[in-house]
């Protein structure tokens, strides 16, 4: 068993930049691989990025790339993703996922996190 615990979570303006943490652990918690999803008000669960447990692939959205980057620091079991450029469009719950291998749909992962709340005002 993996248990996963997001934070970082709030209230920003548009444009100002957020860092999520998701940390891990139980059992060979490092070596599985880490997706973030989010999910609005109203709407499907949607792929953010992904990194592989040796921090080597990631993957990203085409809404976040060049905005969002996702880092893994398997010392403290913690894996990051730093949300910059915010716009009210990223206003959902994220959650962090792990499953052996990284992938973009949510069946790609077999432990979830309880989400932290990233809301973006105009």
């Known amino acids: 068993q993996v248990q996963l615990v997001e934070s970082g979570g709030g209230l920003v303006q548009a444009g100002d930049s957020l860092r999520l943490s998701c940390t891990a652990s139980?059992?060979?918690?490092?070596?599985?691989?880490t997706g973030w999803f989010r999910q609005a008000p109203g709407k499907e669960r949607e792929f953010v990025a992904a990194?592989?447990?040796?921090?080597?692939?990631?993957l990203y959205a085409d809404s976040v790339k060049g905005r969002f980057a996702i880092s893994r620091d398997n010392a403290g079991n913690t894996v990051h993703l730093d949300l910059n450029g915010l716009k009210p469009e990223d206003t959902a719950d994220y959650y962090c996922?792990?499953?052996?291998?990284?992938?973009?749909?949510?069946?790609?992962?077999?432990?979830w996190g309880q989400g932290t709340q990233v809301t973006v005002s105009s």
């Open positions: 139980g059992r060979t918690a490092s070596w599985y691989g």
């Open positions: 996922a792990a499953g052996r291998e990284i992938g973009v749909l949510p069946r790609d992962y077999d432990y």
């Open positions: 990194i592989s447990w040796t921090g080597g692939s990631s």
